[in-house]
């Protein structure tokens, strides 16, 4: 279900922080119905090993690479603030991690590969990305069906969730995500000051989707963080096909 219960104008909503811009209501009074849609669909749930994510993370996370995507993150927040946000201001409140990173990238691989067999374009999938760091940690990616008519349940990316097609489908992903036509230049991209863009190792070639399939506009992506991009392995959360 997606409802529409308020608006904000001038200032974008921030989903890490929803009281830092105040919203604004749909009615002057307290609205007895709101405008919503109900999504009938379908979707595959991934759960990465838990081992795997805490070994990479230990690996990876004094890196100069991770470093540098913090440090982006910050001056972004930094450089979108407006002096009519209500509230301290915090530019580091809100970083999502190098596991976050990892998980991303992940899944935008497989919407665009699982695009090609499911039988949806891929404006018609979406992501929700599961990540904590706290004493529950949680590791999930689930690519669902986006539209609210018959078009998302037809089946088809239910059918890829099967071990065989779902084992094949996610080694090619790997293998493609390891080579892109604009490389050298997209596997070297890393945010330096003073940009503030958001990603990586990425782009619309190899890992960029609609903007309304991706939860993050494209954003916290970096293909170096999942398969190793030259003989250098370290950064990889699969440094060899499983």
């Known amino acids: 279900m997606r409802a529409l219960v308020g608006f904000t104008r001038l200032d974008a909503p921030d989903p890490d922080d929803p009281e830092l811009v105040t919203r604004a209501p749909l ?5 007895t119905w709101v405008p919503a849609s109900e999504v009938r669909g379908e979707g595959i749930f991934l759960r990465i090993p838990e081992d ?4 990479w993370e230990q690996r990876v996370e004094d890196t100069t690479e991770v470093r ?4 982006a993150y910050v001056r972004f927040r930094g450089n979108r603030y407006s002096d009519r946000l209500r509230g301290a201001f915090d530019p580091t409140k809100g970083w999502p991690g ?4 990892a998980l991303h990238t992940l899944s935008h691989l497989l919407i665009r590969t699982i695009a090609l067999e499911c039988g949806y374009n891929s ?13 529950d940690p949680r590791a999930g990616i689930l690519i669902y069906t986006a539209v609210p008519d018959a078009e998302g ?5 239910v059918s890829l969730a099967e071990p065989e097609p779902l084992t094949r489908l996610v080694r090619r992903a790997l293998r493609e995500a390891r080579h892109c036509s604009s490389d050298p230049l997209c596997a070297e991209r890393l945010p330096e000051a003073p ?9 619309h070639v190899c890992l960029f989707v ?12 970096d293909r170096r963080f999942v398969v190793p991009l030259d003989v250098d392995d370290r950064l990889a959360l699969y440094p060899q096909l499983p």
Do not use: K, W
Request: include cysteine.
């Open 153 to 157: 349940t037809l089946g088809g990316l």
């Open 27 to 31: 009615a002057r009074d307290g609205p």
């Open 52 to 55: 795997v994510l805490t070994e």
């Open 210 to 221: 609609s903007e309304t399939t991706c939860e993050r506009g494209n954003r916290f992506l």
């Open 98 to 101: 190098a596991r976050y990173l």
């Open 68 to 71: 540098s995507h913090y440090d």
């Open 195 to 203: 940009a503030d863009f958001l990603h990586g190792a990425a782009c």
């Open 123 to 135: 404006a018609s999938l979406s992501e929700r990305i599961y990540t904590s760091h706290d004493d």
